[in-house]
Structures are given as structure tokens and as C-alpha cells.
């Protein structure tokens, strides 16, 4: 078999990212994120909100799709320059990674952050950074997998009238 098709998201994209996001968030954060607040998550306003994003133009973000036999898009992965409150340093940021929950555990996962890794590598970022919710431990577990490492920092960040801890995590890439 095999493995994903990935390519630069489109604005014909931006419908299926929002379900794959959106379901990501159902699927995953249950339990870690207040219920009202996943059941009110809307897939027209992502869209938008994607399409919007991705028509602007926003500031080195990249956003891949994964596409699967047959076309179907199965995940979505945006990353680009790491974000430290409004400065930019020379590290990169793993930004977003879902998947539709059919295809966790069938490698579009990995290829997408293998694929992010990559580019970010090539574009002379020495580490790549990301936040996970510190009770996700699927999550954490697939990043730890790829030699990804917790580096100690945690924030919290409001949602749905909670606050959600996140976990950083830090990989040094190959130049």
C-alpha cells in the first residue's frame, strides 16, 4: 500500500480541513475541553475562517493536505515560523495536525509531520516546536514517537469558560 497523496491546501479545501478539524476536536478533546463548547463548533464559520486565512495569505503558514486513494482529503497540517507572543524567532511551529478519526493510526499522520519537518528543515529552521493538550496522551504519545520531547514550558489557554493546559514540545531538525 501506498501512502498519502500530500499537497498545498486549496480553497476548495477549506470545507473538508474544517470537518477534519472540527471532528479532530470532537474526537480528541472530549472530556479535556467542555462538551458545550465541542458540540457548538461550526463547520460553515472554520471554513470560513479558512478560506479567509488562506486567500490573505498568513505570513509563511503552510497548509497540507492529505489525500488517500480516491482523492479523499484525510488530514490537514499547518506550521510555519514559531510564534513567541509578536516576535518570530528562527524556529518553526507545528501550528495544527487532524486527521479523520478512520484514518488515525494508518500513516497520514506521520507522513503529514514527517512532510512538515521536512520543508521546515529545508527552510534553515534548526527546531520545530508544537503545543498539545496536556491530557491528550495519544497525541502525546505519536509526537514522542517522531522524537519530539516536552520541554517543561506549559501554558493554559481559555476555552469554553475553562482553562485547558497545553505541553510543549521541542525536535531539533536535521539540516
Excluded at 470545507?15 to 472530556?31: C, D, N, P
Amino acid at each position: 500500500m501506498t501512502g498519502p497523496v500530500l499537497r498545498p491546501m486549496t480553497a476548495d479545501d477549506c470545507e473538508r480541513v474544517a470537518e477534519i478539524r472540527i471532528g479532530g476536536w470532537q474526537h480528541a478533546y472530549r472530556g479535556l475541553v467542555p462538551q458545550p463548547y465541542l458540540d457548538g463548533l461550526d463547520v460553515a464559520e472554520d471554513a470560513a475562517r479558512h478560506r479567509e486565512r488562506l486567500l490573505r495569505g498568513d505570513g509563511g503558514v503552510v497548509n497540507l493536505v492529505a489525500e488517500t486513494g480516491g482523492g479523499e482529503v484525510a488530514g490537514w497540517a499547518a506550521f510555519g515560523p514559531y510564534r513567541d507572543g509578536d516576535r518570530r524567532t528562527g524556529d518553526a511551529e507545528l501550528y495544527a495536525l487532524y486527521l479523520r478519526p478512520e484514518h488515525i493510526g494508518r500513516g497520514v499522520g506521520r507522513a503529514l509531520l514527517t512532510e512538515a519537518a521536512r520543508r521546515c528543515a529545508a527552510a534553515g529552521h534548526r527546531r520545530m516546536y508544537l503545543w498539545v493538550l496536556q491530557g491528550n496522551a495519544p497525541a502525546r504519545r505519536f509526537y514522542e514517537r517522531a522524537g519530539f520531547r516536552a520541554d517543561g514550558a506549559v501554558e493554559t489557554f481559555a476555552v469554553g469558560g475553562d482553562e485547558v493546559p497545553e505541553v510543549r514540545y521541542v525536535k531539533e531538525l536535521a539540516g
